[in-house]
């Protein structure tokens, strides 16, 4: 029988570690808080504040909204960023990415603090995430998914990986967190030849593609884990995965549904983030 993995469970586990971490920062006289920057008002990037600020308020870390106008002019917004970035009452950052289109995010990511940096924008800290070293901050989805197999105790050690993405914000990252677990990784893309057999091969398959259900039951080994990063929304309007749940269940030992799955731990992560970032600083005090 397949085990459902719940976001919900994973973020309940990291929510009370946050909390006596919090407690202890605070203790001491640190208020740990998170800026988050939006420009515009995307209603994925508010829906996405919503469930962060809610989740920050649990676990007791400040949250700071900081919004732009869509049509900000680039010198207007690189000095506003600029003031969150030099703020010493901010310990971390999220910046709604992307950006309105007459916006160039590359400043910003030369600037950012990678201390601040809550969502692996720096090259500092994505160069940390490819050499394995964990000081730094990855990509919050990325993060999600290795603290999924944490809690359900899949140890990637030894296991034969396939990752369905190679973005820098899932699927590359990812990779990299699982090589460093000692995992084999295979990654694969638009140009991949035989998607379906190199899926099926995999211990442990994570989709993040951003193709609704295009993970089929013929792409799925028996007993194998299922992680499924996709959101997308299919033909019926309905919220669905890259994976079709349905179809794979039975075949899969582990399998996370979309939603309330992978998407659901994501703001935990971010959590951990700035009370890492604030752990930090206040031991620099
Ligand atoms: P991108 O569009 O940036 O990347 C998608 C990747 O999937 C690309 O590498 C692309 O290959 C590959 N791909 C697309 N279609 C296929 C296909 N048919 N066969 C094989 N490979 C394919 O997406 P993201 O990485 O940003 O996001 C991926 C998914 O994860 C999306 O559904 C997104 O909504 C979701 N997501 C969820 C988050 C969460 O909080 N849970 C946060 C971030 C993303 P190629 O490089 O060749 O084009």
């Given at each position: 029988?397949?085990?459902?993995?719940?976001?919900?469970?994973?973020?309940?586990?990291?929510?009370?570690?946050?909390?006596?971490?919090?407690?202890?920062?605070?203790?001491?006289?640190?208020?740990?808080?998170?800026?988050?920057?939006?420009?515009?008002?995307?209603?994925?990037?508010?829906?996405?504040?919503?469930?962060?600020?809610?989740?920050?308020?649990?676990?007791?870390?400040?949250?700071?909204?900081?919004?732009?106008?869509?049509?900000?002019?680039?010198?207007?917004?690189?000095?506003?960023?600029?003031?969150?970035?030099?703020?010493?009452?901010?310990?971390?950052?999220?910046?709604?990415?992307?950006?309105?289109?007459?916006?160039?995010?590359?400043?910003?990511?030369?600037?950012?603090?990678?201390?601040?940096?809550?969502?692996?924008?720096?090259?500092?800290?994505?160069?940390?995430?490819?050499?394995?070293?964990?000081?730094?901050?990855?990509?919050?989805?990325a993060?999600?998914?290795?603290?999924?197999?944490?809690?359900?105790?899949?140890?990637?050690?030894?296991?034969?990986?396939t990752v369905v993405g190679r973005s820098m914000v899932v699927g590359k990252p990812l990779s990299m967190?699982?090589?460093?677990?000692?995992?084999?990784i295979t990654v694969c893309h638009t140009r991949t030849?035989?998607?379906?057999?190199?899926?099926?091969?995999?211990?442990?398959?994570v989709?993040a593609a951003g193709?609704?259900?295009?993970?089929?039951?013929?792409?799925?080994?028996?007993?194998?884990?299922?992680?499924?990063v996709?959101?997308?929304?299919?033909?019926?309007?309905?919220?669905?995965?890259?994976?079709?749940?349905?179809?794979?269940?039975?075949?899969?030992?582990?399998?996370?549904?979309?939603?309330?799955?992978?998407?659901?731990?994501?703001?935990?992560?971010?959590?951990?983030?700035?009370?890492?970032?604030?752990?930090?600083?206040?031991?620099?005090?």
């Amino acid at each position: 029988m397949s085990i459902l993995m719940k976001g919900a469970d994973v973020a309940n586990a990291m929510k009370e570690d946050l909390i006596s971490r919090v407690e202890c920062l605070k203790e001491k006289g640190t208020d740990p808080c998170l800026a988050i920057v939006r420009v515009g008002a995307r209603p994925d990037d508010v829906s996405y504040e919503r469930g962060a600020k809610k989740r920050m308020a649990a676990i007791g870390i400040e949250c700071r909204i900081v919004e732009l106008p869509e049509d900000i002019p680039q010198d207007e917004f690189i000095r506003e960023f600029g003031k969150v970035n030099e703020d010493p009452s901010v310990h971390g950052i999220l910046l709604f990415r992307p950006l309105p289109k007459h916006l160039d995010e590359e400043p910003i990511k030369a600037m950012i603090d990678p201390e601040k940096d809550m969502d692996c924008m720096s090259p500092i800290n994505i160069a940390k995430v490819f050499a394995g070293d964990e000081t730094g901050y990855a990509p919050c989805t990325a993060e999600a998914v290795m603290e999924m197999l944490d809690y359900y105790q899949i140890d990637p050690k030894g296991k034969n990986v396939t990752v369905v993405g190679r973005s820098m914000v899932v699927g590359k990252p990812l990779s990299m967190m699982l090589l460093k677990k000692h995992a084999t990784i295979t990654v694969c893309h638009t140009r991949t030849v035989d998607l379906p057999g190199v899926c099926a091969k995999a211990d442990i398959l994570v989709a993040a593609a951003g193709k609704a259900r295009m993970i089929t039951e013929n792409m799925v080994g028996e007993g194998a884990v299922v992680a499924d990063v996709g959101i997308n929304v299919d033909e019926a309007g309905n919220l669905c995965g890259d994976v079709d749940f349905d179809a794979v269940e039975a075949k899969t030992s582990y399998i996370s549904p979309v939603p309330r799955g992978v998407g659901s731990i994501t703001t935990s992560v971010l959590a951990k983030h700035v009370v890492r970032a604030a752990e930090r600083r206040s031991e620099m005090k």
